[in-house]
């Protein structure tokens, strides 16, 4: 088998290291010695792979996005119905990898970041159009166009509002607390549109495969 380099270990290494030490501090205020510290290499190694700090926290972002992704993939995957998949989105949103303090951490790093930063403000973009996407797509057959953008809306600004509310407080991620609210929100203004709640948010995801 072909023998793994040393860089892309490193990178890895990197990337969770910065999301550990944000999630320390709370904030962008971490410097890369501190972060290539934790990942056991030099900062000079860490500058030559990345660049500067807002280049290696883009790059732990990008990672954080990623897992988001396969985490909703492998959800939908096991969902039956448009409701459920939504659900899923949900639920991966407050998984255990994605609403933990040092992702919680990073996420708000993020938004700030984006009010100055042009590649952040992009990414971020990205980031909310796949997700406004793929709320519509699963609400549109269940109460029509309009009112799915409008759900949509509402449940993508549920779940930044609860991660900027968690980053903010002084206590652990409450996950449970977090999907029941934003679970509540859907079946709310799915029955105000007639459609009625949707399915038991655990019936579909029962059958997936342990974390």
Known sequence: MPRVGMEPLRRESLIRATIAEIGRVGSLDVTVGRIAARAGVSAALAHHYFGS??????????????????????????????????????????????FDRECVASWLAFYVLAQTSPEAARLLRVYARRLDSNL??????????????????????????LYIRCALQD???????????????LDVHLAAEGAGPAADPLSDLRRLPAE
Request: aromatic share 4%.
């Open 171 to 185: 206590r652990a991620p409450d996950a449970e607390e977090a999907k029941r609210l934003t679970l509540d929100y």
């Open 136 to 161: 519509v797509h699963d609400l549109r057959p269940l109460v029509g166009e309009a009112p799915a953008r409008r759900i949509a809306q509402g449940i993508a600004s549920m779940i930044d509002g």
């Open 53 to 98: 700090k807002d280049q290696i926290f883009l790059a732990a972002m990008r990672h954080i996005l990623r897992e988001f992704g396969h985490s909703v993939r492998r959800r939908q995957a096991a969902a039956q119905g448009p409701a459920a998949r939504i659900r899923a989105v949900v639920e991966a949103s407050f998984s255990d990898e994605q």
